[in-house]
T-cell receptor, first 114, second 110 residues
Framework: DAGVIQSPRHEVTEMGQEVTLRCKPI?????LFWYRQTMMRGLELLIY????????DSGMPEDRFSAKMPNASFSTLKIQPSEPRDSAVYFC????????????FGQGTRLTVV | QKEVEQNSGPLSVPEGAIASLNCTYS??????FFWYRQYSGKSPELIMS????GDKEDGRFTAQLNKASQYVSLLIRDSQPSDSATYLC??????????FGPGTRLSVLP
C-alpha cells in the first residue's frame, strides 16, 4: 500500500484566497483525521471522520475551515478565505476502527499564506 | 477534556545512554496508547503501541503502561544520534479520537 497520500506537498497563497488540501487514506481504513501542526501549538486535531461521517469537528478553528469526505478514499480540507495565521503544516492520518487503532500519517501539506 | 501531557524538553542524553520519555493522560477509560517519532520537517512515524499494563519491548525500545497511574513511558536503550527527534505520545479516547501530547524533543549527543 502506498500509505496516506496528501496533496499538494507545499502551497503558497495570498491572503483571502481559497485553499483546498486533499487526502487519500490507506485502503481499508475507515477513520480519517485532519491535524494542524505549528511550533506554538503543536499537533492539533481539527476534525475526524468515521466511515465518511464527521464525528468531532470541535477542533476546527472557525467557519473559514470546512472538511468533507465524499467517499472512503478521499477527503478535503478547505480554508476560505485564508489568512496568514493559517500558515502551518496540515497532516492527514487514517486508521482502522476494527484494527489495533494505530494511525498512519501522510507526508503533510506545508501551507504558507502571505 | 481529553488531554495528553508530556515534558516538552529538550531532553539531552549522551550516546549509548538510556533515554526515558514520559507521558500522562486524562481519561482513565483510554485503552490504547502510542508513541510516534517525528524528525524535523517530516511526518509523525509510529514506533510503538501498547494496550496492556506492563512493559512491551521492540528492539531498543520499551514502552511501559500503568493504567492506575494513567502513565505511559518510552525507554530507548543504547541511544544513537539518529534517535534525535521529537517523540509524541498519543492516546485513543473513546475508541475513536486520537489525541496527541505536545511532544518531547530528544537530543542524543555523540
Amino acid at each position: 500500500d502506498a500509505g496516506v497520500i496528501q496533496s499538494p506537498r507545499h502551497e503558497v497563497t495570498e491572503m483571502g484566497q481559497e485553499v483546498t488540501l486533499r487526502c487519500k487514506p490507506i485502503s481499508g481504513h475507515n477513520s480519517l483525521f485532519w491535524y494542524r501542526q505549528t511550533m506554538m501549538r503543536g499537533l492539533e486535531l481539527l476534525i475526524y471522520f468515521n466511515n465518511n461521517v464527521p464525528i468531532d469537528d470541535s477542533g476546527m478553528p472557525e467557519d473559514r475551515f470546512s472538511a468533507k469526505m465524499p467517499n472512503a478514499s478521499f477527503s478535503t480540507l478547505k480554508i476560505q478565505p485564508s489568512e496568514p495565521r493559517d500558515s502551518a503544516v496540515y497532516f492527514c492520518a487514517s486508521s482502522s476502527l476494527t484494527g489495533t487503532g494505530e494511525a498512519f500519517f501522510g507526508q503533510g501539506t506545508r501551507l504558507t499564506v502571505v | 477534556q481529553k488531554e495528553v501531557e508530556q515534558n516538552s524538553g529538550p531532553l539531552s542524553v549522551p550516546e549509548g545512554a538510556i533515554a526515558s520519555l514520559n507521558c500522562t493522560y486524562s481519561d482513565r477509560g483510554s485503552q490504547s496508547f502510542f508513541w510516534y517519532r517525528q524528525y524535523s520537517g517530516k511526518s509523525p512515524e509510529l514506533i510503538m503501541s501498547i494496550y496492556s499494563n506492563g512493559d512491551k519491548e521492540d528492539g531498543r525500545f520499551t514502552a511501559q503502561l500503568n493504567k492506575a497511574s494513567q502513565y505511559v513511558s518510552l525507554l530507548i536503550r543504547d541511544s544513537q544520534p539518529s534517535d534525535s527527534a521529537t517523540y509524541l505520545c498519543a492516546a485513543l479516547f473513546g475508541g475513536q479520537n486520537f489525541v496527541f501530547g505536545p511532544g518531547t524533543r530528544l537530543s542524543v549527543l555523540p
